[in-house]
């Protein structure tokens, strides 16, 4: 259920490619325990993270521990967000956050 739910929502955010950008209203989604839904729909998540921004999407993602995220994931993650941040933990849980 969790992996169609990714895909619907990647498909809807791509729908608006066909809407001219000064149209476009800005959008945020939040996705909270980003582990259980990139586990189930990794894929998804890691094109969301890569293709909203040009269409006016923000995402919000919440995860206790970034290591846990399937890579690819991971990778679309730190390399398209425009802000990280991290309240406190473990310096080996934070460090690939403050690094970037």
Do not use: C, W
Not at 16 to 35: K, N, S, V
Not at 40 to 69: N, V
């Amino acid at each position: 259920m969790v992996a169609l739910l990714n895909r619907d929502l990647l498909r809807a955010g791509r729908f608006r490619a066909d809407t001219a950008a000064e149209q476009r209203g800005p959008f945020r989604g939040y996705l909270d325990e980003l582990i259980i839904l990139a586990g189930a729909g990794g894929d998804s998540i890691a094109a969301m993270f890569e293709d909203f921004r040009k269409y006016k999407i923000q995402l919000h993602a919440l995860t206790q521990l970034l290591a846990r995220l399937p890579i690819s994931v991971r990778q679309s993650l730190v390399q398209n967000a425009s802000t990280l941040s991290t309240t406190r933990g473990s310096k080996a849980a934070i460090t690939p956050i403050t690094d970037e």
